[in-house]
T-cell receptor
Framework: EPEVTQTPSHQVTQMGQEVILRCVPI?????FYWYRQILGQKVEFLVS????????KSEIFDDQFSVERPDGSNFTLKIRSTKLEDSAMYFC?????????????FGDGTRLSIL | GEDVEQSLFLSVREGDSSVINCTYT??????LYWYKQEPGAGLQLLTY?????DMKQDQRLTVLLNKKDKHLSLRIADTQTGDSAIYFC????????????FGTGTRLQVFP
């Protein structure tokens, strides 16, 4: 069964450094998402992306965050200048179309640790 | 605002049924989902239900939706040790947004 893949599985970065998290969504999917889960807290929506632009973003997704689909397969999340509070598990998701009857499929996540 | 709540822990004996409960606040929810997260893994979609349905059955899984009380449950029949995981309830709040609002997750532990 096709799946969403995320790399790396674990990223350790010094505070203030830039980090790029990578995702390969399911190949025929058109809608892409990033979520994060701080340890012990809920999974939180960050951003949705369709047709090469952001569809919706949460309050968490400030100017330090950006997303990009640089080619036909990858979908990336960049954090420009990382803070300690960015430490979390980051999940990428994709789905075929906008309707709710097409559920979002998630990757295994990237654990980001900021030192 | 939008909020989804779940109890944190559930322990059951192998072979028994498990019932995981979820409450949500948004009356305009369109779809509600159940995801499973095993240790070190991502969020695996288990099942989902449209808000105009009361029940959905899929093999060992039964989803019940009480829209009036904004209560969703997931029943796992004949629970196995391999069902031990964290189960997340999530809602799609309205037709105007695509984001998912997740609950806190319920850790299910199955004893042999």
């Amino acid at each position: 069964e096709p799946e969403v893949t995320q790399t790396p599985s674990h990223q350790v970065t010094q505070m203030g450094q830039e980090v790029i998290l990578r995702c390969v969504p399911i190949s025929n999917h058109l809608y892409f998402y990033w979520y994060r889960q701080i340890l012990g807290q809920k999974v939180e929506f960050l951003v949705s992306f369709y047709n090469n632009e952001i569809s919706e973003k949460s309050e968490i997704f400030d100017d330090q965050f950006s997303v990009e689909r640089p080619d036909g397969s990858n979908f990336t999340l960049k954090i420009r200048s990382t803070k300690l509070e960015d430490s979390a598990m980051y999940f990428c998701a994709s789905k075929l179309n906008r309707g709710g009857n097409q559920p979002q499929h998630f990757g295994d996540g990237t654990r980001l640790s900021i030192l | 605002g939008e909020d989804v709540e779940q109890s944190l822990f559930l322990s059951v004996r192998e072979g028994d049924s498990s019932v995981i409960n979820c409450t949500y606040t948004d009356s305009s929810s369109t779809y509600l989902y159940w995801y499973k997260q095993e240790p070190g893994a991502g969020l695996q979609l288990l099942t989902y239900i449209f808000s105009n349905m009361d029940m959905k059955q899929d093999q060992r899984l039964t989803v019940l939706l009480n829209k009036k009380d904004k209560h969703l449950s997931l029943r796992i029949a004949d629970t196995q040790t391999g069902d031990s995981a964290i189960y997340f309830c999530a809602e799609s709040p309205s037709y105007n947004t695509d984001k998912l609002i997740f609950g806190t997750g319920t850790r299910l532990q199955v004893f042999p």
